[in-house]
C-alpha cells in the first residue's frame, strides 16, 4: 500500500515560535504523533498524481456528506472563521487538535513538501477531564478540498503535502485540517506537526519509554532516510526504547496487520511518552533546560497554539488520569480494501460505522 507521492521542494513559511520556557511543553504535546513511512521522489510523484489544476488522475470522488450530516454540521465552521481562543480559567468546550507526523529528517535526501503518513486527532475536555484519541489510516480515501473544481479524491496523508507545494492559505497543516474535519465530520480547533528529528530528540531527552511488543517484528526493507533499506527485527516481550528505536517501532509496517498495527503500536508509544513525562520531578528537570531545548526544536515543530493555550491545556492534561483517556482507530472493520484504476490501494471510508464511531469517542463536541 506504498505508492509515490510529490516531494518538490517549495518555499517553506516561517512559523511563529513558542516562548523558551513553553517549548518542552509543546514537545510534549508534540510528540504523541510517532511519524510515518519515507516520501519519494518529485519526478515519481508528479507521474503517479499529477498536478491539482484539473489533470489530477481520474478517481471517483467519496462523498462524506452523509457521515458529516449523520453528526453536527452546525459545528463544522468555514475555513474563514477564526477559531475561538480561550484562556485557562475560563476554557469549558473541549479543545480538539490534530497531531500530524511528517517524514523530514536531518540529512535526509528528500527536500520536501512532506506526507503526513501518521495523523492522530486528540480531544481534551477541561470539564470531565477526559481525553480522547483516534488514529486515521493514511491510506484512508477522501475528499480533499479547495481544488480543481472544488474536490479531489485522493489518500488523507497527502493533504499537508498538497497545502504546502500548491500554496494553500495556511500551508500544509490548514489543509490537512480541513481534509480531516470534513472526512471525520467533528471540528478540529489546532494542530502540531512535527517530524521525524523532534519524535526522536524527545525519547531521548526523557531517557526513552518502555514497551512490551506483542508479537515478533521482521522487517528486511525498513526504509531508511538515504531511500534504501535495512533490516529492522525485534522480539516480543519487554524493551526500553531510545528514540532511534522507539521510531523504528512506530513506523514498520511488516505485521499481518500493517497500519491497523501500526496505529496501535503508536498509540502505545504515546501512552509509554506520557507515563515517562508523569514520572515525579521529569517536568521540572525538562523546564530547567528550557534555553537549549528551545533551539532543539524550534525547526522541527509547527503549531497554531498561543503560547498561553499551551500553558493551559498542559495545566489541564495534568489532571487526566489515564484510565480517562478513551482511544480508537479507524481500522478495517470501517473501512473496505479498493484498488483504484491506477493501482493505488486504498482504504474506502465505510460512512454510517466512522459516524457511529465518532459519536461514541468525541460526542458532538459542542
Not at 110 to 117: A, I
Not at 142 to 161: C, Q
Not at 194 to 210: Q, R, S, V
Not at 309 to 333: K, T, Y
Request: glycine share 6%.
Amino acid at each position: 500500500m506504498h505508492n509515490s507521492a510529490p516531494a518538490g521542494a517549495v518555499r517553506r513559511k516561517k512559523s511563529a515560535l513558542l516562548p523558551r520556557w513553553l517549548v518542552v511543553a509543546m514537545a510534549s504535546v508534540a510528540v504523541l504523533a510517532s511519524a510515518g513511512a519515507a516520501t519519494f521522489a518529485y519526478s515519481t510523484a508528479r507521474r503517479m498524481y499529477g498536478r491539482l489544476d484539473g489533470s489530477a488522475p481520474e478517481a471517483p470522488v467519496v462523498d462524506l456528506s452523509p457521515l458529516t450530516s449523520a453528526l453536527n454540521p452546525a459545528n463544522l465552521a468555514p475555513a474563514s472563521t477564526p477559531v475561538p481562543r480561550f484562556q485557562c480559567g475560563t476554557l469549558t468546550r473541549t479543545v480538539t487538535v490534530l497531531v500530524m507526523g511528517i517524514d523530514q529528517r536531518r540529512n535526509a535526501a528528500e527536500q520536501g513538501p512532506y506526507r503526513t503518513d501518521t495523523m492522530i486527532v486528540f480531544s481534551l475536555d477541561p470539564l470531565t477531564k477526559h481525553a480522547a484519541m483516534l488514529s486515521i489510516p493514511r491510506d484512508l480515501w477522501v475528499t480533499i478540498p479547495d481544488y480543481g473544481a472544488g474536490r479531489v479524491s485522493n489518500r488523507i496523508n497527502t493533504a499537508n503535502m498538497f497545502g504546502d507545494a500548491y500554496g494553500y492559505p495556511g500551508g500544509g497543516p490548514a489543509l490537512a485540517t480541513k481534509t480531516a474535519q470534513l472526512a471525520l465530520g467533528i471540528p478540529i480547533d489546532h494542530y502540531v506537526r512535527l517530524n521525524f528529528t523532534a519524535f526522536e530528540d524527545f525519547i531521548d531527552l526523557i531517557g526513552g519509554i518502555d514497551v512490551v511488543v506483542p508479537e515478533d517484528i521482521y522487517d528486511p526493507k525498513y526504509p531508511t532516510e538515504d531511500g534504501n533499506v535495512e533490516l529492522y527485527q525485534i522480539s516480543a516481550g519487554q524493551h526500553h526504547l531510545d528514540g532511534v528505536q522507539a521510531l523504528k517501532y512506530a513506523r514498520t509496517r511488516r505485521t499481518v496487520g500493517s497500519d491497523f498495527d501500526r496505529a496501535d503500536r503508536q498509540q502505545q508509544v504515546i501512552y509509554a511518552v506520557r507515563d515517562k513525562v508523569m514520572e515525579p520531578n521529569r517536568l521540572p528537570q525538562l523546564l530547567a533546560r528550557a534555553p537549549e531545548l528551545a533551539e532543539m526544536f524550534a525547526d522541527s515543530v509547527q503549531t497554531d497554539f498561543t503560547a498561553n493555550e499551551v500553558a493551559c491545556l498542559a495545566q489541564i492534561a495534568q489532571d487526566v488520569p489515564r484510565g480517562s483517556i478513551r482511544n480508537a482507530a479507524i481500522d478495517e472493520e470501517r473501512t473496505a480494501a479498493w484498488i483504484t484504476p491506477e493501482g493505488w490501494e486504498v482504504l474506502v471510508p465505510q460512512r454510517d460505522k466512522i459516524a457511529e464511531l465518532m459519536l461514541s469517542l468525541f460526542g458532538t463536541l459542542q
